[in-house]
C-alpha cells in the first residue's frame, strides 16, 4: 500500500523533533461548483530539528510514532529521515 505524501507549511516548532504542519486543500463544492479551501494540521516527525516556521515542506505516512504523530517530514534528497 502507497504511502500518502502531503504538502504543507510549517506552522509550529516549539517541541523537540516535531514540527506542525498546516496541509491546505481545495475542493470543488458539489452545487456552487466553486473551491473551497480548507486547512489541516498534522504532526510530524523531524529528528535533526531542521525545519523552522515558514519552511514549505512534504510529509509522508509512516507507523505512529506516538499518540499523535503519524507522519515523517520528507526530504527528496535524503529519502524518508529516520
Known amino acids: 500500500m502507497p504511502r500518502r505524501v502531503l504538502q504543507?507549511?510549517?506552522v509550529?516548532?516549539?517541541c523537540?523533533?516535531?514540527v506542525s504542519v498546516e496541509v491546505e486543500t481545495r475542493a470543488m463544492h458539489p452545487k456552487y461548483?466553486?473551491?473551497v479551501k480548507s486547512h489541516k494540521k498534522y504532526a510530524?516527525?523531524?529528528e535533526s530539528n531542521a525545519c523552522k516556521v515558514g519552511d514549505f515542506?512534504?510529509?509522508i505516512e509512516t507507523r505512529p510514532i506516538s499518540?499523535?504523530?503519524k507522519w515523517l517530514v520528507y526530504s527528496e534528497?535524503?529519502?524518508v529521515s529516520k
Open 12 to 14: 509550529s516548532d516549539n
Open 77 to 79: 534528497t535524503e529519502g
Open 16 to 18: 523537540d523533533k516535531t
Open 44 to 46: 510530524a516527525h523531524d
Open 8 to 10: 504543507g507549511v510549517v
Open 57 to 59: 515542506v512534504k510529509i
Open 33 to 35: 461548483k466553486k473551491y
Open 67 to 69: 499518540k499523535t504523530k
